[in-house]
């Protein structure tokens, strides 16, 4: 029986967020996917600082500087 190798690879590449969900892109395809109100900081922050993100750690994280906010990519599969 043949057996599908897949590499996972839990690194971001891409974040988007709306008025109620963060979703994050890995490398390997998965997207995860977190409420706002999960994270305070963000949901309390306006559209213009929640779009001034950046990885942190080669896609081990995310970075917001005008709140001072990081989130792991290992919390968010630990959430999920």
């Given at each position: ?14 974040v988007r967020l709306d008025d109620s969900m ?59």
């Amino acid at each position: 029986m043949p057996t599908l190798a897949i590499r996972l690879d839990p690194t971001a590449i891409d974040v988007r967020l709306d008025d109620s969900m963060l979703r994050v892109s890995l490398a390997d395809g998965r997207e995860l996917a977190a409420p706002l109100e999960w994270f305070p900081r963000l949901r309390d922050a306006n559209q213009q600082q929640r779009q001034n993100w950046r990885l942190i750690g080669r896609g081990q994280g995310i970075h917001w500087p005008d709140m001072d906010e990081d989130i792991s990519v290992s919390s968010l599969l630990r959430l999920s």
